[in-house]
C-alpha cells in the first residue's frame, strides 16, 4: 500500500504565494515522477508541474514562472511552491506519483486526496 498526503492549501487573497507538500509513504521501492495536478469546479484535471527522479521538470504554461516544484528524495516528498497567486489558481490540486512498489513490478500512478487552494479577495 501507498499513501500520500497533501498539505498547505487554504485561501489566499491574489498576489500571495502558498506552498504545497506532499509526503508519500508506504511500500515504495523507486520514485519515478512527482508531480501536481489541479481541478477546477467545470474544468478537466490538468498537468501544473513534474519533477522526474534526474531532476528535471516539466510546467503548464498557465504556471510558468510563477510555480516551482521541487522534492526530497529522502523523504518522499515533493513540493509546489506558488507564487503570484491569481483567480484562475483556483482549484483542488492533486498530489501524483509514479512508483514501483518492488523490482519486479512496474510502475503505477497514486494519487492524493486533494486539497483545495481558493485565491479570492
Known amino acids: 500500500q501507498v499513501q500520500l498526503v497533501e498539505s498547505g492549501g487554504g485561501l489566499v487573497q491574489p498576489g500571495s504565494s502558498l506552498r504545497l507538500s506532499c509526503a508519500a509513504s508506504?511500500?515504495?521501492?523507486?520514485?519515478?515522477?512527482m508531480a501536481w495536478h489541479r481541478q477546477a469546479p467545470g474544468k478537466p484535471r490538468e498537468l501544473v508541474a513534474r519533477?522526474?527522479?534526474?531532476?528535471?521538470?516539466i510546467y503548464g504554461d498557465s504556471v510558468k514562472g510563477r510555480f516551482t516544484i521541487s522534492r526530497d528524495s529522502a523523504k518522499n516528498m515533493v513540493f509546489l511552491q506558488m507564487g503570484t497567486l491569481q483567480f484562475d489558481d483556483t482549484a483542488v490540486y492533486y498530489c501524483?506519483?509514479?512508483?514501483?512498489?518492488?523490482?519486479?513490478?512496474?510502475?503505477?500512478?497514486?494519487w492524493g486526496q486533494g486539497t483545495q487552494v481558493t485565491v479570492s479577495s
Open positions: 508506504g511500500s515504495i521501492f523507486s520514485i519515478y515522477s
Open positions: 501524483n506519483v509514479v512508483l514501483s512498489t518492488s523490482s519486479s513490478s512496474l510502475p503505477s500512478n497514486y
Open positions: 519533477i522526474f527522479s534526474s531532476g528535471s521538470t
